[in-house]
């Protein structure tokens, strides 16, 4: 089975320029999540969603930051105009269904990581 | 909120011995998911270990296994024999089972392994 691809694994931008982040979750899994990982830091969910709804962005910043889940399969998201404190990396992240199938456990992609200069 | 909390940034252990990391969390929950994480320097987060709340009997996984601790609040890993394939970032995380289930995470032990 294959797992949680995403891309582009690095990117470089200056500062106030727009970056995208593109996510393709495990085949049938409903839910998707968006975590960012500051170095040195635990990752911090910034969007939840279940299909195509989102079920948490509480800790979204809205005035730069976007997501969307078309079709309720990929996801993209994206980061216009990036500051300084963006750089992280970016974790996507699914599960079989709400809460994942008598498990809990969520599946991860191997990062994209965004350096702002 | 929930909050996961890791005291030990770092821990460090000979080859074939044995180490423990801590977490306690924090929550108004009776059910939840408790669950271990490594990430090697791939960056790609796999589970090692999942605990339901519910359960008493502590969950073990080969090598690995848990001293989970309810009323406490603390959940901590033991690793047996390790290995240097062991060396990684490990995350402590918490889930609810009701209601929107993001996983919270602590902020991550990273584990050296000296051969």
């Known amino acids: 089975e294959a797992g949680v691809a995403q891309s582009p694994r690095y990117k470089i931008i200056e500062k106030r320029q727009s970056v995208a982040f593109w996510c393709n979750p495990i085949s049938g899994h409903a839910t998707l999540y968006w975590y960012q990982q500051i170095l040195g830091q635990g990752p911090k969910l910034l969007i939840q969603?279940?299909?195509?709804?989102?079920?948490?962005d509480s800790q979204l910043p809205k005035d730069r930051f976007s997501a969307e889940r078309l079709k309720g399969v990929d996801s993209t998201l994206k980061i216009q105009p990036a500051k300084l404190e963006d750089s992280a990396v970016y974790l996507c992240a699914s599960s079989l269904r709400f809460g994942g199938v008598n498990t809990g456990e969520l599946f991860f992609g191997e990062g994209s990581r965004l350096t702002v200069l | 909120a929930q909050t996961v909390t890791q005291s030990q940034p770092e821990m460090s252990v000979q080859e074939a011995e044995t180490v423990t990391l801590s977490c306690t969390y924090d929550?108004?929950?009776?059910?939840?998911?408790l669950f271990w994480y490594k990430q090697p320097p791939s960056r790609q987060m796999i589970l090692v270990i999942r605990q339901e709340a519910y359960k008493q009997q502590n969950a073990t996984e080969n090598r690995f296994s848990v001293n989970f601790q309810k009323a406490a609040k603390s959940f901590s890993l033991k690793i047996s024999d390790s290995q240097l394939g062991d060396a990684a970032m490990y995350f402590c995380a918490y889930k609810r089972i009701q209601g929107a289930q993001k996983l919270v995470f602590g902020q991550g032990t990273r584990l050296t392994i000296n051969p």
């Open positions: 929550t108004s929950e009776s059910d939840y998911y």
């Open positions: 969603f279940q299909n195509n709804g989102v079920v948490d």
